[in-house]
């Protein structure tokens, strides 16, 4: 357990690493605080935790075997008479434990991030002050409009805005105003403007119209596409809609009945991972006995197996979202690598190859 949590850190940490590059990029290239970017790193560790526990605890196990073998203390439990079925007992124990954090990890804490960052992003992508709007420069939100903004006081307050409306070819509208607020709209956000002008130049004839104002609302619908705060993400649905397709919930997150079947018996299939990864690695190991040059033969074999299971999981998966039914699809890497192990086992304390080993 103490190297399945070091390999489990090692791994979380390269993973959270490349997953804040881009979040970095996201966020503070959109104007976002460090908070804002802390907090949505926070998020996105359940799911990264998930990924990596099997890879972890097979490392773990790996680690301790070879390590063991190394010291003979493997080579004198078995001369005792200890059967292989007997040594991966204490494996099987670790990967039930492995099984049961993804299990409350795939299930509970999963879902309630994703449910938080959909939240979270649906009230950043209204934010349109973080989205486009930087004080001292002009910008370019949308095709023919652009904004210039003196200053962004710590309140929202928008000091001696500008904005250019050359989308119309017949007319240029341009506005002014010594202070302007950003508020929520029901379909998109309005620009309430203090203090200021309306400038509209008609292209045709050259007549220009100046119109002043003390208040002035600008509806952004054609700035600014509100988010649908409807719209979440299937990783976010509770594993019971997933399992029984819910309409209501297929048709929030815009997917279809083979996709919903995926993930949820995904959910359930990714614990068997932790429970087949170290049990495979083990068996893959006990193969060989003790040498000076170590277990690398062995090694590979282990680390190849676990190749294969993970490409299987993918092609599962793949299948499962292509097909619809074809969700056993995802159970079959999890089946086919404790099956694997137990066929390692068996074949490892076999006679006939006891016999040829001692020779």
Same mark, same amino acid.
């Given at each position: 357990?103490?190297?399945?949590?070091?390999?489990?850190?090692?791994?979380?940490?390269?993973? =959270?690493?490349?997953?804040?590059?881009? +979040?970095? !990029?996201?966020?503070?290239?959109?104007?976002?605080?460090?908070?804002?970017?802390?907090?949505?790193? +926070?998020?996105?560790?359940?799911?990264?935790?998930?990924?990596?526990?099997?890879?972890?605890?097979?490392?773990?196990?790996?680690?301790?075997?070879?390590?063991?073998m190394q010291e003979s203390e493997l080579v004198v439990v078995q001369a005792t008479g200890?059967?292989?079925?007997?040594?991966?007992?204490?494996?099987?124990?670790?990967? +039930?434990?492995?099984?049961?954090?993804?299990?409350?990890?795939?299930?509970?804490?999963?879902?309630?991030?994703?449910?938080?960052?959909?939240?979270?992003?649906?009230?950043?992508?209204?934010?349109?002050?973080?989205?486009?709007?930087?004080?001292?420069?002009?910008?370019?939100?949308?095709?023919?409009?652009?904004?210039?903004?003196?200053?962004?006081?710590?309140?929202?307050?928008?000091?001696?805005?500008?904005?250019?409306?050359?989308?119309?070819?017949?007319?240029?509208?341009?506005?002014?105003?010594?202070?302007?607020?950003?508020?929520?709209?029901?379909?998109?956000?309005?620009?309430?403007?203090?203090?200021?002008?309306?400038?509209?130049?008609?292209?045709?004839?050259?007549?220009?119209?100046?119109?002043?104002?003390?208040?002035?609302?600008?509806?952004?619908?054609?700035?600014?596409?509100?988010?649908?705060?409807?719209?979440?993400?299937?990783?976010?649905?509770?594993?019971?809609?997933?399992?029984?397709?819910?309409?209501?919930?297929? !048709?929030?997150?815009?997917?279809?009945?083979?996709?919903?079947?995926?993930?949820?018996?995904?959910?359930?299939?990714?614990? +068997?991972?932790?429970?087949?990864?170290?049990?495979?690695g083990f068996a893959a190991l006990m193969l060989g006995g003790f040498s000076r040059f170590?277990?690398?033969?062995?090694?590979?074999?282990?680390?190849?197996?676990?190749?294969?299971?993970?490409?299987?999981?993918? =092609?599962?998966?793949?299948?499962?979202?292509?097909?619809?039914?074809? =969700?056993?699809?995802?159970?079959?890497?999890?089946?086919?690598?404790?099956?694997?192990?137990?066929?390692?086992?068996?074949?490892?304390?076999?006679?006939?190859?006891?016999?040829?080993?001692?020779?």
């Open positions: 357990m103490q190297l399945f949590g070091f390999f489990a850190l090692v791994l979380v940490a390269v993973y =959270w690493v490349n997953r804040a590059v881009v +979040l970095f !990029d996201q966020l503070i290239g959109d104007g976002q605080s460090a908070l804002v970017f802390l907090e949505f790193s +926070l998020l996105t560790l359940p799911n990264a935790i998930r990924l990596v526990l099997p890879v972890a605890a097979f490392a773990a196990t790996a680690y301790v075997v070879n390590r063991m200890f059967s292989g079925f007997r040594l991966a007992r204490p494996v099987a124990y670790f990967g +039930l434990l492995v099984m049961l954090m993804q299990l409350v990890l795939a299930n509970v804490l999963v879902p309630a991030s994703q449910r938080i960052l959909s939240t979270r992003s649906a009230e950043i992508a209204q934010n349109v002050t973080a989205r486009f709007l930087n004080a001292g420069q002009f910008m370019h939100p949308a095709e023919g409009i652009t904004i210039f903004i003196g200053e962004i006081s710590p309140t929202g307050e928008l000091n001696n805005l500008f904005l250019a409306d050359e989308r119309d070819p017949a007319q240029r509208l341009a506005y002014s105003a010594r202070k302007a607020f950003l508020v929520r709209g029901e379909s998109s956000p309005k620009l309430v403007m203090l203090d200021g002008s309306t400038q509209g130049l008609v292209r045709g004839d050259g007549r220009l119209a100046v119109t002043r104002f003390s208040d002035f609302t600008l509806d952004l619908a054609g700035l600014v596409k509100a988010a649908d705060s409807d719209r979440t993400s299937i990783a976010a649905l509770p594993t019971r809609d997933l399992l029984t397709a819910n309409p209501a919930a297929m !048709d929030r997150v815009g997917a279809n009945v083979g996709e919903m079947h995926e993930e949820g018996h995904t959910r359930l299939a990714s614990p +068997l991972m932790g429970l087949a990864a170290p049990l495979l170590g277990l690398w033969r062995q090694m590979g074999l282990a680390v190849g197996l676990l190749i294969g299971m993970q490409l299987l999981w993918t =092609w599962g998966g793949s299948e499962a979202i292509q097909t619809e039914g074809a =969700w056993p699809a995802v159970y079959l890497a999890p089946l086919v690598g404790l099956f694997t192990a137990l066929a390692l086992l068996w074949y490892g304390q076999q006679p006939k190859r006891l016999r040829r080993v001692a020779t």
